[in-house]
């Protein structure tokens, strides 16, 4: 049995305090000052986020007031119990006037994350197989996306 010699035993415990040193070091250079203030988190980021603009407006009737007419159709139609924004996308900077309009989505495959056939789908959402329901056609063709009652053939609101 060799013995290793005593210095051997110091540079390792010396390598092993530079490594745990090292490590404290880059941990305090590398983790906010803030985190941990308020559990597993950063809590300078509370007011980061409170000082970015809403991405979504307050609600349906922030909408109201500039497309009553559409409102009126929606707020009577099928859709009523759906929000704006679930079909057009976040609108908070359009209705503070700051950004551009939201989408007019009309594709078919639009309707279909809702409409296509589904069994796991509630029976109360209509569900429609989009293969064989007039194929080649938008749904708005028929169908009037705030009052989704049929159109009368022609393209509705």
């Known amino acids: 049995m060799s013995v290793i010699p005593q210095t051997a035993w110091v540079r390792a415990a010396l390598v092993v305090a530079c490594l745990v040193v090292l490590f404290f070091v880059t941990r305090a250079l590398a983790v906010p000052a803030t985190f941990g203030q308020y559990g597993y988190y950063r809590g300078a980021s509370v007011d980061e986020w409170a000082a970015k603009p809403p991405a979504y407006s307050p609600g349906v009737q922030s909408c109201q007031g500039c497309h009553a007419p559409v409102y009126a159709s929606?707020?009577?139609?099928?859709?009523?119990?759906?929000?704006?924004?679930?079909?057009?996308?976040?609108?908070?900077?359009?209705?503070?006037?700051?950004?551009?309009?939201?989408?007019?989505?009309?594709?078919?495959?639009?309707?279909?994350?809702?409409h296509a056939s589904d069994k796991a789908r509630p029976s109360l959402v209509k569900q429609v197989d989009l293969a064989t329901h007039n194929p080649?056609?938008?749904?708005?063709?028929?169908?009037?996306?705030?009052?989704?009652?049929?159109?009368?053939?022609?393209?509705?609101?």
Not at 84 to 95: I, K, N, R
Not at 96 to 108: F, H, N, W
Not at 136 to 157: E, I, M, Y
């Open 136 to 157: 080649g056609l938008a749904c708005v063709t028929c169908h009037r996306p705030h009052d989704p009652a049929l159109a009368g053939g022609g393209k509705g609101q």
């Open 74 to 114: 929606w707020s009577a139609g099928a859709h009523a119990t759906i929000g704006c924004e679930s079909c057009h996308g976040p609108a908070g900077t359009h209705a503070a006037g700051l950004g551009q309009r939201p989408a007019r989505p009309e594709g078919r495959e639009f309707c279909g994350r809702c």
